[in-house]
């Protein structure tokens, strides 16, 4: 197989582009770098083309692998024949492959391996020539062997037939139409296990094509199966197969032996064939589903990581609870704990007097702009004590519903009792909760990505896939934005392209009892770091600090030569750049043309225009470009909705099915994916992201059940 034109083909994009890209990978280089820095080589491929790239790479060559393999034990066995090695060769799939091999795969001993020991192999093959001047019973006379157990001619037959079963059960060409048919005609159904009322009840006598069964139906459907409440089966028209396998089987012929081939062909495919590919169906569409599933996780994720900072802003964490208490962290500008508290403005104890009085001072001692509500437990009661607050203030203070998920598991780290010794795990998590808004990736890349719960059905899938698919976009994501090499958590740097944990911990280390970096370069000085290292992860580090302006910019040091020859040929210098005084760098770029100018760089054209975007704005922040989040001061509650009100909401999560909006009354809103444009939408990411800002409108309100049904207004 070609893998490089496969992959190109499948991903519709160059062979060329295909064999740059693999090159790098293999050479060891990372995805954020291949991404940003080998633009030219690989056509621009972004991170997401290039993680599904390598993914496919990894999935061929394991495919080839098992190819050499089944070559080399069918020529083990002298069985190994010109047509067998072209059809290895020509074998596009796994389950391909395997069916070649099936014949020659080593067997437990079956009905079809008994019979050929008591020698019926030869009255097998004279039912299959189905010659019409043969008595197939009297031959079977001959074949009588009461040792073996066959002491009539109808044992014999019986024998012969299950020889043939096995022989069409192991037919290559065979399973790759049953399997093809089964999947393209094929229905899954699915019926109750109990008469209680579950949430499985859609599920209770279903029936879908598999071929068009949405992904979060298919898993909804293998959970209810795993938790015993529904039984799931794959239905398929076998008459059509058997006629098919007859057609191939039969010689059109009525003869003594047609019976019996006929029989044969039946059992084995109710028997062999059927058990068998109907799993393989129901695995099939399950990993299809689970890669849907994964990838809406991953897109989630990226958009929740990649929402706007809020800087500057002093900000009170407020985790929300009953019995035990809010718990209250204030944290400044930076990030920084200055003041912990607990309040109980909650059932049972309902102090909210006092709780105001306390949060009042607080919020007038350290100047508070906005108090970050998580969006757990009592958090609705929480969100109108503190919309009821800052009514009473004197300053202007908003809040912001913040998801929390994810914010014990936080807590209840080894990370956080080394960050926060001080604080017992509750108030950690409000610690949490407040710097999940002053800067989102920083603070959620310290939690495990399952626990973040943007995605669906997480918990059901193989979570080597998820891990490796979620650390993908961590690790795009934190590249993408860049982090302080100075001020950036052992988390944040461990997310680097080119650093691991223990590679970030040797930076902390170095900068808190060696010295702070002064440039890029004192990268070198770190333990763990060679050539090699730093080539990958330079580039998404910055040092503000730095005597080396570049320092603060996305450019490769690799790059720096043909930065400050594109200065001096455009007539600025590197004091421009620092004072930002390149407002016609652009003007003056284009009457040069920028293919020329990249030539006399010795450059190409994507790296020449990332140079330009990074000398415009060092040390800028892709999120800053991004729809500032929502801030609130006044709350609603669901009793108060109506049919037909307009809101503006922000997307909290996205599934195939459709989108989750928060519109301020604690409960997010579901926009249906038939709900979210005037156009066909296949899945609702391609319409919305996490994060979005969008205007919504009540269409229905269950008060009951805690629904509420949206409209995208277009």
């Not at 014999?156 to 192991?170: F, H, K, M, Q, T």
């Not at 009473?392 to 936080?410: H, K, P, Q």
Request: glycine letters at 6%; hydrophobic letters at 40%.
């Amino acid at each position: 197989m070609d893998i490089i034109a496969r992959i190109a083909e499948e991903l519709k994009i160059r062979k060329t582009q295909v064999e740059a890209a693999v090159n790098l990978i293999d050479e060891g280089n990372t995805i954020p770098f291949i991404a940003r820095y080998r633009k030219e080589a690989t056509g621009s491929l972004d991170d997401e083309k290039l993680r599904e790239l390598g993914e496919k790479l990894e999935f061929y060559r394991a495919l080839d692998a098992r190819r050499a393999d089944v070559t080399r034990l069918i020529d083990e066995q002298g069985k190994l024949t010109e047509e067998l090695t072209q059809a290895i060769e020509n074998a596009q799939t796994l389950a391909e492959l395997e069916d070649i091999y099936r014949p020659y795969r080593p067997k437990r001993r079956t009905r079809a391996s008994i019979a050929a020991e008591a020698g019926l192999t030869p009255l097998a093959e004279l039912m299959l020539e189905q010659r019409k001047d043969l008595d197939i019973l009297s031959e079977a006379e001959k074949y009588l062997n009461p040792d073996k157990k066959i002491e009539t001619a109808e044992d014999a037959l019986a024998g012969a037939r299950d020889i043939i079963a096995e022989r069409v059960s192991d037919n290559a060409e065979y399973r790759k139409w049953i399997r093809e048919f089964t999947y393209k005609t094929g229905n899954l159904i699915s019926k109750a296990k109990t008469e209680e009322d579950t949430v499985y009840r859609l599920y209770y006598d279903y029936s879908e094509l598999l071929s068009k069964m949405p992904s979060h139906r298919i898993l909804a459907v293998d959970r209810g199966e795993k938790e015993g409440v529904l039984s799931v089966k794959v239905e398929v028209d076998k008459q059509k197969v058997f006629d098919h396998l007859r057609a191939e089987i039969l010689n059109g012929r009525e003869c003594s032996s047609t019976d019996h081939v006929r029989a044969a062909a039946e059992d084995a495919y109710e028997r062999l064939i059927a058990p068998s590919v109907q799993t393989e169906m129901r695995n099939l569409i399950t990993d299809n589903a689970q890669e849907q599933a994964i990838r809406v996780f991953g897109e989630n994720l990226k958009n929740l990581l990649m929402l706007p900072p809020v800087r500057g802003k002093v900000v009170m964490g407020f985790d929300p609870a009953y019995r035990t208490g809010c718990k209250i962290a204030i944290v400044d500008g930076f990030g920084d704990v200055l003041a912990t508290t607990v309040v109980y403005p909650t059932p049972p104890q309902n102090k909210t007097e006092e709780a105001k009085a306390t949060l009042k001072k607080l919020i007038d001692k350290h100047k508070v702009d906005i108090i970050s509500i998580g969006n757990g437990t009592a958090s609705k009661e929480s969100e109108i004590f503190v919309a009821g607050m800052i009514k009473e203030l004197d300053r202007e203070v908003s809040y912001i519903m913040t998801n929390e998920a994810g914010a014990s598991v936080y807590s209840a780290s080894k990370l956080a009792s080394e960050e926060f010794p001080q604080f017992d795990v509750s108030l950690r998590s409000a610690v949490s909760i407040a710097r999940r808004l002053q800067d989102p990736l920083a603070e959620l890349v310290k939690i495990d990505p399952k626990a973040i719960g943007v995605g669906q059905y997480q918990h059901d899938m193989e979570q080597k896939a998820l891990d490796n698919s979620l650390a993908g976009v961590v690790e795009s994501c934190v590249s993408g934005v860049g982090a302080d090499l100075n001020t950036a958590s052992v988390s944040l740097l461990s997310h680097i392209a080119g650093i691991n944990s223990k590679i970030a911990k040797s930076i902390y280390e170095y900068r808190t009892t060696v010295s702070k970096f002064k440039t890029r370069a004192e990268l070198l000085k770190v333990k763990g770091i060679g050539e090699k290292a730093y080539k990958q992860c330079v580039g998404f580090l910055r040092v503000p600090e730095s005597k080396e302006v570049l320092d603060n910019t996305s450019v490769h040091p690799e790059s720096y030569k043909a930065a400050y020859s594109l200065l001096e040929l455009l007539g600025y210098t590197a004091e421009d750049v620092r004072s930002r005084n390149l407002k016609e760098l652009r003007s003056r770029l284009e009457s040069r043309g920028n293919e020329k100018v990249a030539s006399e760089l010795g450059i190409g054209v994507p790296t020449l225009c990332d140079i330009v975007s990074e000398l415009e704005k060092p040390g800028r922040d892709p999120r800053d470009e991004l729809p500032p989040q929502i801030l609130r001061t006044d709350a609603m509650d669901i009793s108060s909705l109506k049919t037909g009100m307009e809101f503006v909401g922000t997307v909290r999560n996205v599934a195939d099915f459709g989108a989750f909006v928060d519109i301020g009354v604690h409960q997010d809103g579901l926009v249906h994916i038939s709900k979210l444009s005037d156009k066909f939408v296949k899945r609702a990411s391609d319409v919305v992201k996490v994060g979005d800002i969008v205007k919504v409108r009540v269409i229905d309100v269950d008060v009951a059940k805690k629904r509420i049904s949206l409209e995208k207004i277009r």
